[in-house]
């Protein structure tokens, strides 16, 4: 097992859809992919990760969801796709592609979500709040669309200066070279 080194925006493979993950690549490569995804996401804190974020172009996400007191909801998404939206929020948004920045983006208040799971067996998922946020910004990342990408123009011209600052930052991040926990 293995954290990952985690993409910043910048990096083209981020404006790219990711390409559907097939059975043959599903039997074969997910169980370690997977390991080392969940890995990465507990050892810097994160709610979900795409795989475009680790630098493969592949149509799968992961999410960590914890509800206080109990164990956290680890849920894997094989090519999933948003199959009903409703309602509307406007919450405060982070990406461990951007770390540093945060912005409040309008997302649909509940969704439901179809997929694959680590077996390769479909399922549904319904969510509201937190859970819906995190699945929209991460079918988000496997279409090639980051949060910022969600906000009006103004509110992104005034991110820029800060956008630009970080960036430098950025380049020397490194999250593979953490120690494990
Ligand atoms: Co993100």
């Not at 690549?25 to 995804?37: A, F, I, Q, R, T």
């Not at 996401?41 to 007191?69: F, H, M, T, Y």
């Not at 939206?85 to 409040?104: H, I, N, V």
């Amino acid at each position: 097992m293995a954290i990952r080194r985690i993409c910043k925006y910048g990096e083209k493979i981020l404006e790219k859809k990711t390409r559907k993950v097939n059975q043959k690549e599903l039997k074969k490569d997910l169980p370690d992919l997977l390991k080392d995804m969940f890995e990465t996401l507990d050892a810097v804190g994160g709610v979900g990760l795409a795989a475009n974020q680790i630098g493969l172009d592949l149509c799968l996400a992961v999410i960590k969801i914890k509800k206080e007191d109990e164990e956290a909801l680890r849920i894997v998404l094989v090519n999933p796709e948003l199959a009903e939206k409703s309602g509307s929020m406007t919450e405060e948004e982070g990406c461990l592609s951007f770390p540093g920045l945060f912005a409040r983006v309008k997302r649909f208040s509940k969704v439901k979500v179809r997929a694959l799971n680590e077996k390769g067996l479909p399922i549904e998922i319904n969510a509201e709040g937190l859970f819906s946020k995190a699945l929209q910004h991460e079918l988000d990342h496997l279409e090639g669309v980051v949060f910022i990408d969600r906000l009006p123009f103004l509110t992104r011209m005034k991110l820029k200066p800060l956008l630009i600052k970080l960036k430098r930052q950025w380049r020397k991040m490194d999250e593979s070279k953490m120690k494990e926990i």
